[in-house]
């Protein structure tokens, strides 16, 4: 069901956007954990991961996602980082990096959300995929206005 876009008692982050029921941070481990585990298993992405998070430090980095996703979604403010510079440093993410990482994400979010939670995750992940995609390329020096937004696909 849809919910009004303003309804008494509805629960809204701190700049006033109405959080959708079921969304809460029991929601978002359940996403983190699921995500990161095919990510870490995909033939593709997985390399990246092991390369850069030794084993040991997993634990910090689900916990470091799970904040990012909570002050996306929910607006706890939890997560300080600033993730561009991390993702120029990590070198060699092209396009199909981001096609399967989006994909897996939509995989994940349509199988343990409902219809409503997982396009607010995949709204926010094509936003911040873009992004990276932006700066990217603007460090390779490319002319970043030919640059065609990726979309979430299912694969
Ligand atoms: C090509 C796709 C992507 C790959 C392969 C990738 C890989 C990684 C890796 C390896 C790290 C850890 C880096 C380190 O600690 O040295 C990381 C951190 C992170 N990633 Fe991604 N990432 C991708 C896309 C995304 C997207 C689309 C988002 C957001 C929607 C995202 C959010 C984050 C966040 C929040 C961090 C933590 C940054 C920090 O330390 O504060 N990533 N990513």
New binding site residues.
Partial sequence: MVEPAFSIGARLTRTGRRIPAGLDEATIKAVVEDFYGKARRDEL?GP??RT??PEAQWPQ?LA??GD?WSSMLLGTGR?H???MP??L??GG?DDA??AR??ALLRQTVEAICTPEIALLFID??ER??NS?RLGMAAKRGEDSSAIVRMRALSQ
């Fill in positions: 992405l990246v991961f850069a998070i980095h470091t996602i990012f997560y980082g600033r993730p991390v993702h440093a990590l993410l990096h981001f990482w989006l926010r992940a911040v995929a990276f």
